[in-house]
Nanobody, 124 residues
Framework: QVQLVESGGGLVQAGGSLRVSCAVSGLTFSSYAMAWFRQAPGKEREFVAAINLSGRTTYYKDSVKGRFTISRDNALNTVYLQMNNLKPEDTAVYYC?????????????????WGQGTQVTVSS
């Protein structure tokens, strides 16, 4: 069965860095666009970053551009989100998601498979 397992979350001070990972199994990873979403308490889940099949095209939420980097390793079936210069407003549960095919979208409903999430907390 398809599994997406996030790891690497934690507590960090403002200005610090974290890298979260998502290990994928049960599907042909190189055939799926990947994305990261996040959900803060009391808020809707929102798009953060996405990457195409090859990893050469990426998209970001405006507020994370220049601070976050999404990447993927198709040999390891893993997608990463490197987060630098973290801010308290980045505090959320971070989820990875996958979508079959070449199209990359920022729309939550277009992603079929989801992980269970990993908590990222940024203290001020």
């Amino acid at each position: 069965q398809v599994q997406l397992v996030e790891s690497g979350g934690g507590l960090v001070q403002a200005g610090g860095s974290l890298r979260v990972s998502c290990a994928v199994s049960g599907l042909t990873f190189s055939s799926y666009a990947m994305a990261w979403f996040r959900q803060a308490p009391g808020k809707e889940r929102e798009f953060v970053a996405a990457i195409n099949l090859s990893g050469r095209t990426t998209y970001y939420k405006d507020s994370v551009k220049g601070r976050f980097t999404i990447s993927r390793d198709n040999a390891l079936n893993t997608v990463y989100l490197q987060m630098n210069n973290l801010k308290p407003e980045d505090t959320a549960v971070y989820y990875c998601a996958s979508r079959f095919g070449v199209e990359v979208t920022t729309t939550r409903g277009q992603y079929k498979y989801w992980g269970q999430g990993t908590q990222v907390t940024v203290s001020s």
